[in-house]
Nanobody, 126 residues
Framework: QVQLVESGGGLVQAGGSLRLSCAAS????????MGWFRQAPGKEREFVSV????????YHADSVKGRFTISRDNAKNTVYLQMNSLKPEDTAVYYC???????????????????WGQGTQVTVSS
């Protein structure tokens, strides 16, 4: 089992920044690729970013490329999502999720992630 707890959400004006954190406990953190997803009211959960187990590769959705950065600190069992130049359309509940590194397939596929946090609300005002 892996427990994931997100923090850092809040209310910010358009153009502002937030840094989300996701602290993991339980099984070995470095076994997992770590992803961020988000879900806005009335919409499906969508992929935002992912980082491989050792931080060697990162991938971002086109909608956040150039604005969001994902990173991880395996010594602290934590993954981060730095969000800059926020837009009202970034408003959503943000979830971190863990996927075992041996799992193949696109990182954007939520069912491949075995563990999920409870989510943190991000609201961007215009």
């Amino acid at each position: 089992q892996v427990q994931l707890v997100e923090s850092g959400g809040g209310l910010v004006q358009a153009g502002g920044s937030l840094r989300l954190s996701c602290a993991a406990s339980g099984r070995t953190f470095s076994w997992y690729a770590m992803g961020w997803f988000r879900q806005a009211p009335g919409k499906e959960r969508e992929f935002v970013s992912v980082i491989t187990w050792n931080g060697g590769s990162t991938y971002h959705a086109d909608s956040v490329k150039g604005r969001f950065t994902i990173s991880r600190d395996n010594a602290k069992n934590t993954v981060y999502l730095q969000m800059n130049s926020l837009k009202p359309e970034d408003t959503a509940v943000y979830y971190c999720a863990a996927r075992l590194s041996h799992v193949s397939g696109p990182y954007s596929y939520p069912p491949d992630y075995a563990y999920w946090g409870q989510g943190t609300q991000v609201t961007v005002s215009s």
